[in-house]
């Protein structure tokens, strides 16, 4: 039931501006899928939320996101280590109804 973010920044060092997209291919990574127009020798910040559901089986996982800097295609694999929930995120829960 966490989140954790990851920020990724891309760096234009080419002559023409590029536009750079995001797109998760997990259900619980979430991605702003605006496309971000880099102006040449500019920079660009990508933002995924990680937010496995409290369902999640604890344990090793990937989240894939796929990233797209004008031509180029960056499908990236993020390894993601699920916690067993402890005792105070539940009471925490309940106390919070």
């Given at each position: 039931?966490?989140?954790?973010?990851?920020?990724?920044?891309?760096?234009?060092?080419?002559?023409?501006?590029?536009?750079?997209?995001?797109?998760?291919?997990?259900?619980?990574?979430?991605c702003i899928?605006?496309?971000?127009?880099?102006?040449?020798?500019?920079?660009c910040e990508?933002?995924?939320?990680?937010?496995?559901?409290?369902?999640?089986?604890?344990?090793?996982?990937?989240?894939?996101?796929?990233?797209?800097?004008?031509?180029?295609?960056?499908?990236?694999?993020?390894?993601?280590?699920?916690?067993?929930?402890?005792?105070?995120?539940?009471?925490?829960?309940?106390?919070?109804?």
């Open positions: 039931g966490g989140r954790a973010y990851l920020s990724l920044t891309l760096e234009n060092r080419g002559a023409a501006p590029f536009v750079a997209r995001i797109a998760p291919g997990t259900v619980w990574a979430r899928a605006t496309p971000a127009v880099v102006p040449a020798g500019g920079r990508l933002t995924v939320t990680l937010a496995p559901p409290r369902e999640l089986t604890p344990g090793a996982h990937t989240a894939v996101v796929a990233v797209r800097a004008g031509d180029l295609d960056l499908p990236l694999t993020i390894p993601v280590q699920v916690a067993p929930e402890q005792w105070w995120q539940r009471a925490l829960r309940w106390l919070a109804g």
